[in-house]
């Protein structure tokens, strides 16, 4: 008696769940279905959900219509992301040797100051680098934003891979130094491996937070250095029908965010929870 | 044994150490344990905090740059005109009600579903996948997204699907000038509820299962076992989750941005400063505003980054 209701109560949550999850998955599943119709089509009301479908909106998007190409921006996006995860990579690494395995004195405030300067609105230094810029010939230039989301997400980075590095017992390290491993074979043999998944879950967060900037990119870059969040926002109109356009023009700058994350979920919770999840 | 169950704290590292390596005492060797956090640590300190500095001195200088010749020391001048502005006034409520609202409801949901998500059934890996995908579209894109395919009066999924359901005589609202901030929380809030989610989710999993299963031999109903048990475990997660999402739904640009501009009470501190700076052309005013920003922010990372040391102790202990 209770076994089956204890069944059907097991039914329903999972029936809730798949739901639950269908709702949130609707926004997503109706843009990539709007990308694939007819400007006229996805411009209906009531929604013509079984319209035909057609490239388009991505034709359109790769500069059918207008000749503007999106591959300047795209790239832009992939330097300024692929560029500074590697400068996060090659700080945060060291530093959070030596605020684990190595402490410094006062480690703890040190690793605080970092994450203080998380919760410093990003908005609040915008004017000056803004300035300093424009003096230094870097406005509309890639590397500004490189050296921007670098800071952006180092923060987050050393506080990951932190975490990572104390996960290594002391006395292993002091076994190996008592059998006499130098520090290259220590970092190499030791701390690498532990080190490892680490490094994807912090490549992987700060890759997505870079690709998705648009604040600093919007007003400290033009036509050169413009990234495809920038793009995204130029394809709204105000006249003609444009929403398939937009669509397939979001799909595809979410593409590389959604393909990464889908293959590393596990490294994506780890990585938003500074590594406090393993 | 006697190692093993001391505290991993400073103190126990530096006396196991001290074991081993009493050469670390010399100034050389702090020197030598300083230089792998240094360049990160002046990274840091060049690109975040000189930048704030600048913004400080801009913020007592009349100065705006369609006025180059009445450029000079203003004094308070600036602080004066953003604090009587009743829309910056109105635009620190906007941000504090966006964020609360944004964080309580994402994480409310995101509670919601992690439990849902914490048992056993068919497609659970599908389901999870379906359920991060929010979080995983460009915050523009998503904007964008919620702006014109959903929200849209004339052609948008949510009138479309009340015409749908309700013929031609059903009602039409439009959105965003209707319930304008409550549409760009809804926007944010399924973004954000996957995020909330997956960290509540790494809790549950984390959940000693020997507990639940004693008290459940024990008799305790489900309610019970969520309410002495359960929540316990995930408080830590539980203020993880909400720190992290207002870190980053208080600094909210592109929603904002994208789906109202500003307009209809919407506008939040950074989009308030960037109007000022991009489109005002005011630095002084910008920058004072900048100031009164971090001020307010510093008040409530003072308290946040009291709940994260508190954790962070509790985690190395």
């Known amino acids: 008696m209770t076994g089956t209701r204890v069944r059907r109560t097991d039914t329903l949550l999972g029936l809730a769940a798949w739901l639950v999850g269908l709702l949130f998955l609707l926004p997503f599943a109706w843009m990539v279905l709007t990308s694939l119709h007819s400007e006229a089509d996805a411009a209906t009301n009531p929604p013509s959900v079984a319209a035909p479908l057609t490239l388009q909106g991505y034709r359109e998007f790769f500069g059918a219509g207008t000749g503007v190409s999106p591959w300047p921006p795209l790239v832009n996006s992939l330097t300024a992301s692929v560029l500074s995860t590697l400068l996060v990579l090659g700080l945060a690494t060291p530093a959070a040797y030596a605020l684990s395995v190595r402490p410094v004195r006062r480690w703890t405030d040190t690793l605080f100051f970092f994450l203080s300067t998380k919760m410093l609105p990003a908005v609040a230094g915008l004017l000056p680098l803004y300035l300093i810029a424009q003096n230094t010939g870097l406005l509309d230039n890639i590397w500004l934003l490189v050296i921007l989301y670098t800071s952006m997400n180092l923060p987050i980075a050393v506080w990951m891979m932190r975490s990572f590095l104390a996960e290594v017992p002391q006395e292993i390290l002091e076994a190996a130094a008592i059998d006499g491993a130098g520090l290259p074979t220590v970092l190499l043999r030791v701390l690498a491996p532990v080190a490892a998944p680490g490094l994807a879950a912090t490549a992987l967060i700060s890759f997505i937070f870079s690709w998705n900037e648009l604040l600093f990119a919007r007003v400290l870059t033009g036509v050169v250095a413009g990234t495809a969040p920038v793009f995204l926002t130029g394809f709204v109109t105000s006249q003609g029908l444009f929403l398939a356009k937009v669509c397939a023009a979001a799909v595809c700058v979410s593409l590389p965010v959604l393909v990464a994350g889908f293959a590393a979920q596990d490294k994506l919770v780890q990585g938003l929870s500074l590594g406090a999840v393993k | ?317």
């Open chain 2, 1 to 317: 044994m006697s190692t093993a169950s001391l505290p991993d704290s400073l103190e126990a590292r530096a006396l196991r150490r001290g074991r081993t390596a009493p050469a670390v005492r010399r100034p050389r060797g702090a020197w030598a344990r300083r230089a792998p956090l240094l360049p990160a640590l002046v990274f840091m300190i060049v690109v975040t905090q000189l930048p704030f500095l600048g913004t400080l001195a801009i913020s007592f200088m009349r100065w705006n740059a369609l006025d180059p010749a009445g450029r000079g020391f203003g004094g308070l001048a600036n602080y004066g005109h953003a604090l009587g502005d009743p829309a910056l006034r109105t635009s620190i409520l906007t941000t504090v009600e966006l964020t609360a609202t944004v964080v309580a409801v994402s994480l409310l949901l995101g509670l919601g579903t992690a439990l849902l998500l914490d048992r056993r059934f068919l497609g659970r890996g599908l389901v999870r996948t379906m359920m991060i995908t929010p979080f995983l579209v460009v915050p523009v894109a998503s904007a964008l997204l919620w702006k014109h395919a959903l929200y849209n009066a004339s052609y948008g999924l949510f009138d479309g699907l009340l015409t749908a359901v309700g013929g031609a005589g059903a009602p039409q609202p439009d959105w965003l000038s209707a319930v304008p901030l409550l549409a760009v929380e809804a926007s944010l809030v399924w973004q954000w509820t996957p995020f909330m989610m997956l960290i509540l989710l790494a809790g549950l999993q984390s959940r000693p299962a020997e507990a639940v299963e004693a008290a459940r031999v024990d008799g305790a109903s489900s309610w019970q076992i969520f309410r002495h048990l359960t929540l316990p475990h995930l408080r830590p997660y539980l203020e993880l989750a909400a720190l992290l999402g207002s870190i980053y739904v208080v600094q909210n640009f592109d929603a904002v941005f994208t789906l109202t501009s500003g307009g209809l009470g919407t506008a939040n501190l950074p989009y308030t400063v960037y109007r000022t700076f991009y489109d005002g052309h005011d630095y002084g005013l910008a920058s004072a505003e900048g100031v009164i920003v971090v001020a307010l922010t510093t008040v409530i990372a003072t308290l946040a980054l009291r709940t994260v040391l508190s954790l962070f102790r509790a985690e190395t202990r």
